[in-house]
Nanobody, 127 residues
């Protein structure tokens, strides 16, 4: 069974950086999209970034564009989310997941289109 396990969350001051990791038990894109989502307290889960399994293009939510970078290490079967210049509004539980179906679009799937969710890792941005 394919599993996703997030790690790397913690407490960081505004303007700081953090790198999240998502280790998979088996990693092959095979036309599936993979991505990072987050859920702030009292808020709905929202997409952060994703990589298309079709063309490998990385997409970012407008709120994190220019600050976050998503990458994949196929050998280690791990995907990462490098978060720089963190803001208080970035505080959330961050999840990694894979699209439920094969994804042939360059845009990111909605959370309802994702499956194999990890347990999440908490990122708290505060002074």
């Amino acid at each position: 069974q394919l599993q996703f396990v997030e790690s790397g969350g913690g407490l960081v001051q505004p303007g700081g950086s953090l790198r999240l990791s998502c280790k998979t038990s088996g990693f092959t894109l095979d036309y599936y999209a993979i991505g990072w989502f987050r859920q702030a307290p009292g808020k709905e889960r929202e997409g952060v970034s994703c990589i298309s399994g079709t063309d490998g293009v990385t997409n970012y939510a407008d709120s994190v564009k220019g600050r976050f970078t998503m990458s994949v290490d196929n050998f280690k079967r791990t995907m990462y989310l490098q978060m720089n210049n963190l803001k208080s509004e970035d505080t959330a539980v961050y999840y990694c997941a894979r699209s439920r179906f094969r994804w042939f679009l360059s845009t990111c799937p909605e959370d309802s289109e994702m499956d194999y969710w990890g347990k999440g890792t908490l990122v708290t941005v505060s002074s």
